[in-house]
């Protein structure tokens, strides 16, 4: 069975850096994207950055030039580094991992479980 676990979410103060990383596992396929998401507490989910092996970098207006997404093909696992945290940064972030399997002509898709970040001023 596949798992995309996340972890490096925590409470910062603003101004401060984190970085989340998204780890797959569990099966025979290679690490094809990652997309971030995050979600505040009433607010519908939002798009942050997305990648495909490490090409093609697209970022939400809100964080551009702060975030960095990434990815490291050989250990599974995507990364994004937020620096110049903000409040408005805080909510759940989850990532969306693009696996191409061996056995399978198309990618599946997988989502983490997210990881809190809170930023305080």
């Known amino acids: 069975q596949v798992q995309l676990v996340e972890s490096g979410g925590g409470l910062v103060q603003a101004g401060e850096s984190l970085r989340l990383s998204c780890a797959a596992s569990?099966?025979?396929?290679?690490?094809?994207?990652i997309e971030w998401y995050r979600q505040a507490p009433g607010k519908q989910r939002e798009f942050v950055a997305s990648t495909t092996n490490g090409e093609g970098k697209d970022y939400a207006d809100s964080v551009k030039g702060r975030f960095t997404i990434s990815m490291d093909i050989a250990k599974n696992t995507g990364f994004l580094q937020m620096n110049s945290l903000k409040p408005e940064d805080t909510g759940v972030y989850f990532c969306?991992?693009?696996?191409?399997?061996?056995?399978?002509?198309?990618?599946?898709?997988?989502w983490g479980q997210g990881t809190q970040v809170s930023v305080s001023s």
């Open positions: 969306r991992a693009d696996l191409l399997f061996v056995s399978l002509a198309v990618p599946r898709y997988y």
């Open positions: 569990g099966g025979t396929f290679t690490l094809n994207g």
